[in-house]
């Protein structure tokens, strides 16, 4: 399944490790991850703000969206994909 996490992005629900609200950003150990995958690559070039960042195995997104919503969307994905089988 997918999850749309704005600016006309969506990610395979399976690909992400972790949401996290933006707010995090202002830990030091977070900055520090940030700027260790801003200089590897990692980060999606464009914007690099949001009200959360969603880290896949491959890719770290800012979303415009906050991560509560982003994380019911992803739960509404999940008991979706349950109940069809």
């Given at each position: ?13 399976k ?24 200089e ?9 703000e949001?009200?959360?960042l ?19 969307r992803?739960?509404?994905?999940k008991?979706?994909?349950?109940e069809?089988?």
């Amino acid at each position: 399944m997918f999850l749309h996490i704005g600016k006309n992005t969506v990610v395979r629900t399976k690909d992400i490790i972790m949401i996290l609200d933006a707010e995090c950003a202002h830990f030091r150990d977070t900055r520090d991850f940030l700027q260790i995958a801003k200089e590897e690559g990692f980060i999606v070039p464009g914007e690099e703000e949001g009200k959360s960042l969603v880290v896949t195995d491959k890719k770290i997104y800012f979303s415009p969206i906050s991560s509560t919503t982003l994380y019911k969307r992803s739960n509404f994905i999940k008991s979706l994909s349950e109940e069809s089988f």
